[in-house]
């Protein structure tokens, strides 16, 4: 099944994972949007059912053999919409993108649910 949904009606991306998709690394990545009827209802529908935790995230940190020598790192981001966007930080320190990375992992643990 196919399906478009325009920007604007577009008000979150939840990531979510059962203690089975846990244990085996994956997730399910959910678009919730405003009702395509014009009221307030929020629809929710499972863009992947079943994503490794890694391209959920999208989040990548790489050195090369230069960066490694000097201490740097690159980090990218993936955000998976259409098109696909890559955002890099070059030649940040590796203390710095181990510490983004972490935050970045752990961040769902700062997210309130109501």
Known sequence: MRFSIR???V???EITQSII???LGLAEVKLISAGSTG???LETNTLYPFLSIERAYG???KRS???KFFGLATIETINR???VHHTKLQDVSVEYADE???WYMDRTKNIQFE
């Open 39 to 41: 009221d307030e209802e």
């Open 21 to 23: 998709k846990r244990v």
């Open 59 to 61: 989040i990548e940190v």
């Open 7 to 9: 920007k604007e009606k």
């Open 65 to 67: 053999k230069l960066q």
């Open 11 to 13: 008000q979150a991306v």
């Open 81 to 83: 919409s259409k098109p």
């Open 100 to 102: 983004f990375y972490t």
